[in-house]
């Protein structure tokens, strides 16, 4: 079955540290990648996607994700993360067909 | 002006009740899904509908309603609403790319809904 895991479920990090987030899929056929973030009270928004092309994407507010299909994963990073970041993400995975299957999310907090 | 409106943003209920959760967008958006966030699973698809006279039953959809009365609104209705379904219930929309490929969601700000 097609399913998508995140393997942190509650990252915690000091300001300027580095942040990476492991999302891997379970599909050999063609996907559309996403990553969401949902920041405290607010409605899920968009930080990057991948269709096709480069595999390395760059997304908003200084986030990146790499798209490395031999090993279906589509991982989020961020190389200085601010207090600011503090918010859930999820992941994403459209697997061709008709919606976006979800991650379960990771929180991660940034400690000042 | 948001582009994903949700009414109610709050709601709580007694078990037994109806419970309409309404969705209107003004982005010209022909797909249109209702979601249920409950902590530690994520996002999980409850009803779509790519058009108006098109509804699916998504991955949860036992215990739900929905009614897609326009292009621009879907409404997700509990019959006989339960505890379990308490939960953060969110609408989102997609077009499809100029390619014809599948493309970004967008969210509305969700309902968070409690049946007591």
């Known amino acids: 079955a097609q399913s998508v895991s995140q393997h942190n479920h509650h990252v915690i990090l000091s300001e300027a540290a580095s942040l990476e987030l492991g999302c891997n899929y379970s599909?050999?056929?063609?996907?559309?990648l996403f990553w969401y973030v949902q920041y405290p009270g607010q409605h899920l928004q968009l930080l990057l996607k991948?269709?096709?092309?480069?595999?390395l994407v760059k997304g908003i507010k200084g986030f990146e994700a790499e798209f490395i299909k031999s090993k279906f994963s589509f991982n989020l990073r961020k190389p200085s993360v601010q207090w600011s970041d503090t918010a859930e993400y999820f992941c994403?995975?459209?697997?061709?067909?008709?919606?976006?299957?979800f991650g379960a999310g990771t929180t991660v907090t940034v400690r000042a | 002006d948001a582009d994903v409106t949700q009414t109610p943003r709050n709601r709580i209920t007694k078990t037994g009740k109806r419970i309409m959760l309404e969705c209107s967008q003004t982005?010209?958006?022909?797909?249109m899904y209702w979601y249920r966030q409950d902590p530690g699973l994520g996002l999980r698809l409850i009803y779509y509908s790519f058009d108006v006279k098109d509804i699916n039953k998504g991955e949860i959809s036992d215990g739900y309603s929905v009614s897609r009365q326009a292009q621009a609104k879907f409404s997700l209705s509990l019959e006989s609403a339960i505890p379990n379904q308490t939960a953060l219930y969110f609408c989102?929309?997609?077009?499809?790319?100029?390619?014809?490929?599948?493309?970004?969601?967008?969210f509305g700000p969700g309902t968070r809904l409690t049946v007591l």
């Open positions: 991948y269709f096709s092309g480069d595999p």
């Open positions: 994403a995975v459209n697997f061709n067909d008709y919606k976006l299957s």
């Open positions: 989102a929309t997609s077009d499809l790319s100029v390619s014809g490929l599948y493309n970004e969601q967008f």
């Open positions: 982005k010209g958006h022909d797909r």
């Open positions: 599909y050999g056929g063609t996907v559309n």
